[in-house]
């Protein structure tokens, strides 16, 4: 008879977690938030648009609101 006492500094490696929305924000603050979040960056592309500021999310893989395993990459699509 006993008692077992389990520690944890995170999530385990299986569990899955939500993908933030990182569209409309800016790449800095993007990254910023992808290393806190224990995600890695994926691949970036720039793209032309008239509409938004250099440097904003306009598109990112997986989705908002997607659950993946902690340390997925994050592809994102950027204002040149």
Do not use: C, H, M
């Amino acid at each position: 008879f006993g008692v077992r006492i389990e520690v944890s500094n995170g999530l385990a490696p299986n569990d899955l977690v939500s993908v933030p929305d990182f569209q409309g924000i800016f790449l800095n603050e993007a990254l910023k938030i992808i290393d806190e979040k224990g995600f890695k960056e994926g691949k970036v592309r720039y793209v032309n648009n008239n509409k938004f500021l250099p440097n904003t999310i306009i598109s990112q893989s997986p989705n908002e609101s997607t659950k993946v395993s902690q340390g997925s990459k994050i592809n994102l699509v950027i204002v040149k």
